[in-house]
């Protein structure tokens, strides 16, 4: 079975541009979550979408926003970039989204705004 | 949400026997404890998880005291590809936290 497919690979992008990332998830994941990794740190929890649904939003402006698919594929879309947006944007999908299920991680997409 | 506080390096030899530990004192309730470890530009990887006692599984064991404000991560006979960053997480509701995460260095 295919992973967590994420595209594209690299982007680089001026300030104030938008941005839209996709993900994939393992066939048969109905959860994705969004996690911005910035050099030399640990991922930070962005947005957790289930069956559609929000059901989690970490600690990030309104310019993020991000949404799921009938597929279950989702996009995360982040508006007026600043430089301080530069980071590895992972996607990860689970089953349900339960503390329980193992989540599964992409490779990434790492985004540079210049 | 709980928050994690692992060491920032660790250096081992080829063969040893690694433990990590992480302190998470505002564990909730219904949170497990989670271990990932991660390679450089890529996406972390599940190591292990564990709600309580100890889980063993074919690359590592999670033993989790009970007061579960701790976690230890063992790493049985490390070798040079396991060089990476190792993450502690605790989690329920969806929302995982990343802690500094802990960079193992294997030394041949």
């Known amino acids: 079975d295919a992973g967590v497919t994420q595209s594209p690979t690299h982007l680089i992008k001026t300030r104030g541009q938008h941005v839209t990332l996709r993900c994939s998830p393992i066939s048969g994941h109905k959860s994705v979550s969004w996690y911005q990794q910035v050099l030399g740190q640990g991922p930070q929890f962005i947005f957790q979408?289930?069956?559609?649904?929000?059901?989690g939003r970490g600690n990030f402006p309104d310019r993020f926003s991000a949404r799921q698919f009938p597929n279950y594929s989702s996009e995360l879309n982040v508006n007026a970039l600043l430089l301080g947006d530069s980071a590895l944007y992972l996607c990860?999908?689970?089953?349900?989204?339960?503390?329980?299920?193992?989540?599964?991680f992409g490779p990434g997409t790492r985004l540079t705004v210049l | 949400l709980a928050k994690t506080t692992q060491p920032i390096s660790m250096d081992s030899y080829e063969g040893q026997e690694v433990n990590i530990t992480c302190s998470h004192n505002?564990?909730?309730?219904?949170?497990?404890i989670t271990w990932y470890q991660q390679f450089p530009s890529q996406g972390p990887r599940f190591i292990i998880q564990?709600?309580?006692t100890k889980v063993t599984n074919e690359v590592a064991s999670l033993f989790i005291p009970a007061d579960r404000k701790s976690s230890t991560l063992s790493l049985p006979r490390v070798s040079l590809s396991d060089t990476a960053v190792y993450y502690c997480?605790?989690?329920?509701?969806?929302?995982?936290?990343f802690g500094t995460g802990t960079r193992l260095k294997v030394l041949a």
């Open positions: 997480l605790v989690g329920a509701l969806y929302k995982y936290i």
């Open positions: 990860a999908s689970s089953l349900e989204g339960a503390s329980t299920d193992t989540q599964y």
């Open positions: 979408y289930y069956e559609k649904e929000e059901r």
């Open positions: 564990g709600y309580k």
């Open positions: 505002n564990i909730a309730t219904n949170d497990y």
